[in-house]
């Protein structure tokens, strides 16, 4: 062996030189799979092969909530106020955009005043359909109800209480009504009791000016149909 040369291993290695020539050769087989995998899976995903998961995100809008109604969701004895909705999705007047917001807000004001006089308060929306299914749709446009019911047209049994039974008033559409009643429920059985109708506004018109002139309970306003 001459000057300057390395030495040499029994078996003709150069200590060292194996080590570096052999680390890149392991490094290039550990990565050429993951690569390999890395490209078979980016083009199944392409093509559609493996699904890719979605996630929906719902914010939270504080302005949306605030002013939209929001039925309790309770149900308790005492004293209660309903709204009752009347409409179709045939009647053009009830499908006056300006109506919708009408409604939204007299659904809120009418909830506050019940809060005030601790009692409850629901919105029923009745749709003089004969079509359900039309009807829930036009009811839909309206926003949250805590109740509502649909279809047979004039038959439809909401119509038949509100307009033709105990509390009679004009079948005519838009119209709403403002209902005062106590729940009475014992032993699992609900009713009501001492029900009968405060205000009744027949026409779009006329919800218009018994709302601008802050929703009276009064029945001897001029605007309203008893």
């Known amino acids: 062996m001459r000057l300057g040369d390395s030495p040499m291993t029994s078996n003709g290695v150069t200590p060292g030189r194996g080590t570096q020539s052999g680390g890149p050769r392991r490094a290039r087989l550990v990565w050429l799979p993951i690569l390999l995998g890395l490209a078979i899976g980016i083009g199944a995903r392409a093509n559609g092969l493996i699904p890719v998961p979605e996630i929906d995100i719902e914010w939270s809008l504080p302005a949306t909530v605030a002013?939209?109604?929001?039925p309790d969701g309770t149900l308790a004895s005492g004293g209660e106020t309903a709204?009752?909705?009347?409409?179709s999705s045939q009647c053009v007047w009830s499908n006056a955009p300006e109506l919708v917001t009408l409604v939204g807000n007299l659904k809120l004001e009418l909830q506050a005043r019940a809060r005030a006089e601790q009692r409850g308060f629901v919105a029923v929306g009745i749709a003089r359909d004969m079509v359900a299914a039309n009807g829930l749709a036009h009811?839909?446009?309206?926003?949250?109800?805590?109740?509502?019911?649909?279809?047979?047209?004039?038959?439809?049994?909401?119509?038949?209480k509100y307009i033709y039974g105990?509390?009679?008033?004009?079948?005519?559409?838009?119209q709403v009504l403002v209902v005062s009643r106590t729940v009475h429920a014992e032993g699992g059985h609900y009713g009501f009791r001492d029900e009968r109708v405060l205000v009744r506004v027949i026409g779009l018109e006329a919800i218009k000016a018994w709302i601008l002139a802050g929703s009276p309970l009064d029945m001897n306003a001029s605007f309203l149909d008893s």
């Not at 002013?67 to 929001?70: G, L, M, N, V």
């Open 139 to 160: 009811l839909r446009k309206f926003g949250a109800f805590d109740e509502v019911t649909s279809g047979r047209s004039w038959a439809n049994i909401g119509l038949l």
């Open 166 to 174: 105990d509390m009679p008033g004009r079948a005519a559409t838009p």
């Open 67 to 70: 002013t939209s109604y929001r």
């Open 83 to 87: 709204l009752i909705y009347v409409g």
